[in-house]
């Protein structure tokens, strides 16, 4: 009996370690991917010019000009937070916060600057979130706290443009993630609407989607253990970090867009999303668009649709 009884105190102990270890190592995998970020960090002008080849004279005449700036806040935990901003070609009190992706930086959102700057006419600001780019911090937080932080730079940027402004916020991927949870939270009256491009419905769902595509393994009970890891060293859970629950308190229009071939935040997220989302709001499902690439694949329809839809919000390009 007593061999017994040590055998299952060994076999509870070895399965109990394994999903420690197994959690720890979830946890710095998914929000510590350093030597990724370095080596985007390091290559993101060389990577847009080369995706987006347009980007190349207007980033240089923005920078000729001294019009592209940088500015940098401090964050809640006193960390210093990075951001590059630039005024539209004319006066205009219509701006645009622009948010990236997981692992990217404000330098690989800024076809979408060109979008709002160049096509539309727009002031834009691109923040480098909490633990990317030039931005500091201690992990990756996919867009749960990063909320609290745009809130904070959507007010900066209103401020920089002259005050009163008319703003949208668009996100992609993570960013779009951010951008519901943003959405969320209590507004200010100069914000009009939001665009969201492949935004997932929660971290847990993401979270449970890679596990189990990469590993070959279930949710349970690794990442169960890994998000209690997360609440206890960063202070939030996978669970709570929700677009899904966020965007049911959204009451600004939003339009949503998603690749109709995204595998990787799966097209099938967005209409929970959609679905929940009271009030305004568009649901663009882009033919044949990978994740993250329906602007790259469809740029002429892409600046089109969120032209129209956010004109509508914030009024269309000043003659």
């Known amino acids: ?44 002008y060389e990577y847009m010019y080369g995706e987006y080849p347009f980007l190349r004279p207007w980033v240089d005449s923005l920078e000729r000009t001294g019009a592209l700036r940088d500015t940098v806040i401090l964050g809640s935990e ?36 060109y979008l709002y700057n160049r096509d539309l006419g727009c002031n834009i600001l691109l923040p480098d979130l909490y633990y990317h780019g030039q931005s500091e911090g201690r992990a990756i937080r996919m867009g749960w706290k990063d909320r609290f932080d745009v809130l904070q730079w959507m007010d900066i940027a209103n401020d920089i443009f002259g005050g009163d402004t008319r703003m949208v916020v668009h996100g992609i991927s993570m960013g779009a993630a951010t951008t519901m949870m943003v959405s969320g939270e209590e507004q200010q009256p ?34 169960d253990a890994a998000s209690w890891l997360c609440g206890l060293k960063y202070g939030w859970t996978f669970g709570e970090a929700s677009s899904l629950e966020q965007v049911k308190k959204s009451r600004l229009p939003m339009l949503f867009i998603h690749g109709d071939a995204d595998d990787y935040v799966p097209t099938r997220m967005v209409y929970p999303l959609y679905g929940a989302k009271p009030g305004d709001k568009e649901l663009w499902v882009v033919p044949g ?13 892409y600046t089109r649709r969120v032209g129209e839809f956010v004109g509508r919000y914030i009024g269309g390009r000043p003659e």
Request: proline share 4%; glycine share 6%; net charge positive.
């Open 190 to 223: 100069y914000v009009k609407c939001f665009v969201e491009d492949c935004g997932y419905t929660s971290v847990r769902d993401q979270f449970s989607k890679e596990l189990k595509e990469q590993f070959g393994l279930p949710a349970f009970p690794l990442l």
């Open 289 to 301: 668009a990978s994740h993250a690439n329906s602007y790259r694949d469809n740029r002429e329809e």
């Open 78 to 113: 006193g960390e210093r937070l990075h951001a590059i901003y630039a005024a539209a070609p004319r006066p205009t009190d219509r701006t645009a916060v622009i948010v990236h992706g997981y692992t990217d930086n404000a330098v690989r959102m800024l076809m979408i600057g």
């Open 1 to 44: 009996m007593k061999r017994i009884v040590r055998i299952v105190v060994v076999s509870v102990l070895l399965l109990a370690a394994i999903v420690a270890g197994g959690s720890l190592y979830m946890l710095s995998y998914s929000l510590r991917p350093d030597a990724t970020m370095r080596a985007k960090n390091a290559s993101s």
